[in-house]
T-cell receptor, first 112, second 112 residues
Framework: EAQVTQNPRYLITVTGKKLTVTCSQNMNHEYMSWYRQDPGLGLRQIYYSMNVEVTDKGDVPEGYKVSRKEKRNFPLILESPSPNQTSLYFC???????????FGSGTRLTVV | RKEVEQDPGPFNVPEGATVAFNCTYSNSASQSFFWYRQDCRKEPKLLMSVYSSGNEDGRFTAQLNRASQYISLLIRDSKLSDSATYLCVVNDLGGGADGLTFGKGTHLIIQP
């Protein structure tokens, strides 16, 4: 089944403890992206990648890192999480520049 | 800054009614357009693409008006299961970015 898989689905962590949210797609898509969604603010792009080893900042990159060492994987790294990073996170992938995104099921992160 | 604007609602509509909502975009060079559906706390899912000639899929019709820079979504014979948030998405393909800009969504509630 063609899909975007992100893990974990739920995560509660403490301020400052490094964490990684994994994202994998099995559709051989070129583009991958991370979004966060907060009430009233909609989806905001954190980082995106147009291909292996090519990443770029979205609208809200501060406090996050990403890497694209393989085409299928695009992990999101929070080196020192803070409470303002409590949010619902979505990973997404798309085939090409004109395509629509397919989203993963989301990761609900709480930083206390 | 590229903008995609939607009325957040909520739109409360009786079951069986026809409902329509619009989305305006600021970049006249925008090239492709989509409507996504998002259920509460779930991932956004592609509802339909919007073509220059319009697009119809069952009870759903999407139209594009390039001159006035808006797209619309019409839902006929609305069902309780249509209750969701509908996201307008515009693809600009500009500036080396991944191109997609999401609206904040219109919340639709179908009432029995």
């Amino acid at each position: 089944e063609a899909q975007v898989t992100q893990n974990p689905r739920y995560l509660i962590t403490v301020t400052g403890k490094k964490l990684t949210v994994t994202c994998s797609q099995n559709m051989n898509h070129e583009y991958m992206s991370w979004y966060r969604q907060d009430p009233g603010l909609g989806l905001r792009q954190i980082y995106y990648s147009m291909n292996v080893e090519v990443t770029d900042k979205g609208d809200v990159p501060e406090g996050y890192k990403v890497s694209r060492k393989e085409k299928r994987n695009f992990p999101l790294i929070l080196e020192s999480p803070s409470p303002n990073q409590t949010s619902l996170y979505f990973c997404a992938s798309k085939k090409g520049a004109r395509s629509d995104y397919t989203f993963g099921s989301g990761t609900r992160l709480t930083v206390v | 800054r590229k903008e995609v604007e939607q009325d957040p609602g909520p739109f409360n509509v009786p079951e069986g009614a026809t409902v329509a909502f619009n989305c305006t975009y600021s970049n006249s060079a925008s090239q492709s357009f989509f409507w996504y559906r998002q259920d509460c706390r779930k991932e956004p899912k592609l509802l339909m693409s919007v073509y220059s000639s319009g697009n119809e899929d069952g009870r759903f019709t999407a139209q594009l008006n390039r001159a006035s820079q808006y797209i619309s979504l019409l839902i006929r014979d609305s069902k309780l299961s249509d209750s969701a948030t509908y996201l307008c998405v515009v693809n600009d393909l500009g500036g080396g970015a991944d191109g997609l800009t999401f609206g904040k969504g219109t919340h639709l509630i179908i009432q029995p």
